[in-house]
């Protein structure tokens, strides 16, 4: 049975809470699920347990899916983008130089099925940061290239 999407867990986090009762210990998961032909996802989910908390980010993660314009395997223009304290630089590659990207930006660009391009992250090392940067920027990217097409 072949999978309609790919997941790739990014970050799990061991939160707790101190109670009345003692510590309320749970788990935050970030996830990111592609089809490799131009969707991507990026969900958050939380729960007491990592397997519950898997799940609930997948879910959120399919939920919120956006289509990437994929040009001759790499995006069609360069962006940069501020969100928070994350900085990404995303800038078109040539066809046979594979995916120049660090940990968090690379995830998010191997799920959606872009096989060129190069990044850079400025900023901060917070790994779900850079996801939500890199998944914006893709998502201005689609908007200025369908603008762009009309």
Do not use: C, W
């Amino acid at each position: 049975m072949e999978r309609e999407f790919e997941e790739k867990i990014v970050q799990i986090n061991r939160v707790s809470k101190k109670t009345k009762g003692g510590n309320k210990i749970g788990f935050s998961v970030v996830v990111v699920v592609g089809d490799r032909k131009g969707k991507v996802g990026v969900g958050l989910g939380k729960a007491v347990d990592v397997s519950s908390s898997i799940r609930k980010g997948v879910e959120v993660a399919k939920k919120h899916m956006l289509s990437v314009p994929i040009v001759q395997g790499t995006i069609p223009l360069s962006i940069l983008i501020k969100r928070g304290a994350a900085k990404v630089l995303l800038k078109p590659a040539p066809p046979g130089s594979g995916v120049i990207a660090g940990g968090a930006v690379r995830s998010v660009v191997e799920a959606a099925g872009i096989h060129n391009i190069s990044s850079k992250v400025l900023g901060t090392k917070n790994q779900a940061s850079n996801v939500y940067a890199t998944l914006e920027a893709l998502m201005r990217i689609s908007e200025l290239y369908k603008r762009e097409k009309k």
